[in-house]
């Protein structure tokens, strides 16, 4: 498996609160994406980075930040959440000469009540 | 609007058997084609890249074909078993948006029967 880790696994939290999730890679990657998955629509990029400071809106960005100082870590921020960011969230690395294959991490349940 | 459809219904299939699936585009121009597989619980896992100028690729028991006038990719997974049972995921970028930017259909679940 790339070595791509995400944490929190899992997480239950309340309506207006702030979140961060945390994507960390041991590849030396130079683009990192998030990605939400829900039933009925798959997987939708949020944002994605192509390089330390370097960061872009992907199709459902509304409501979310990310932010990369390191190329290791790619942090997906929920300013605040709101019942319809309950998702799946995956975060996703790519390398080499150029994007091509992305490889995924775990994945973090999010369920805001 | 543009749109990747793969089919929503499972596919059933015997052990043995070579599993068809099929992954349609309208209005992008793909610079390449991609396929997952993806577990539950788990996160999606890549299986094979296949280029606009490529019209077959295979690794293994998996071929994938691409063809841009139809606008369709077709994963055959050959002598297909049980653990082959997983929802396959295609996904695409188009040429007019380079970066990595992939765009997912909902997967198709397949279910291999022993």
Same mark, same amino acid.
């Given at each position: 498996?790339?070595?791509?880790? %995400?944490?929190? &696994?899992?997480?239950?939290?309340?309506?207006?609160?702030?979140?961060?999730? &945390?994507?960390? %890679?041991?590849?030396?990657? &130079?683009?990192?994406?998030?990605?939400?998955?829900?039933?009925?629509?798959?997987?939708?990029?949020?944002?994605?980075?192509?390089?330390?400071?370097?960061?872009?809106?992907?199709?459902?960005?509304?409501?979310?930040?990310?932010?990369?100082?390191?190329?290791?870590?790619?942090?997906?921020?929920?300013?605040?959440?709101?019942s319809? %960011?309950t998702s799946?969230?995956?975060?996703?690395?790519?390398?080499?000469?150029?994007?091509?294959? %992305?490889?995924?991490?775990?994945?973090? &349940?999010?369920t805001v009540? | 609007?543009?749109?990747?459809?793969?089919? #929503?219904?499972?596919?059933?299939?015997?052990?043995?058997?070579?599993?068809?699936? *099929?992954?349609?585009?309208?209005?992008?121009? !793909?610079?390449?084609?991609?396929?997952?597989?993806?577990? !539950?619980?788990? @996160?999606?896992?890549?299986?094979?890249?296949?280029?606009?100028?490529?019209?077959?690729?295979?690794?293994?028991?998996?071929?994938? *074909?691409?063809?841009?006038?139809?606008?369709? #990719?077709?994963?055959?997974? *050959?002598? #297909?078993?049980?653990?082959? #049972?997983? *929802?396959?995921?295609?996904?695409?970028?188009?040429?007019?948006?380079?970066? @990595?930017?992939?765009?997912? @259909?909902?997967?198709?679940?397949?279910?291999?029967? !022993?």
């Amino acid at each position: 498996d790339a070595g791509i880790t %995400q944490s929190p &696994r899992h997480k239950v939290t309340e309506t207006g609160t702030p979140v961060t999730l &945390r994507c960390h %890679q041991t590849e030396n990657h &130079r683009y990192m994406y998030w990605y939400r998955q829900d039933p009925g629509h798959g997987l939708r990029l949020i944002h994605y980075s192509y390089g330390v400071k370097d960061t872009d809106k992907g199709e459902v960005s509304d409501g979310y930040s990310v932010s990369r100082s390191k190329t290791e870590d790619f942090l997906l921020t929920l300013e605040s959440a709101t019942s319809s %960011q309950t998702s799946v969230y995956f975060c996703a690395i790519s390398g080499g000469t150029g994007p091509g294959e %992305q490889y995924f991490g775990p994945g973090t &349940r999010l369920t805001v009540t | 609007s543009q749109k990747i459809e793969q089919n #929503s219904e499972a596919l059933n299939i015997q052990e043995g058997k070579t599993a068809t699936l *099929t992954c349609n585009y309208t209005n992008y121009s !793909p610079a390449y084609l991609q396929w997952y597989r993806q577990d !539950p619980g788990r @996160g999606p896992v890549f299986l094979l890249l296949i280029r606009e100028n490529e019209k077959e690729k295979r690794k293994e028991r998996l071929k994938v *074909t691409f063809d841009t006038t139809l606008k369709q #990719s077709l994963f055959h997974i *050959t002598a #297909s078993q049980p653990a082959d #049972s997983a *929802t396959y995921l295609c996904a695409l970028e188009s040429a007019a948006n380079q970066g @990595g930017k992939l765009i997912f @259909g909902q997967g198709t679940e397949l279910s291999v029967k !022993p």
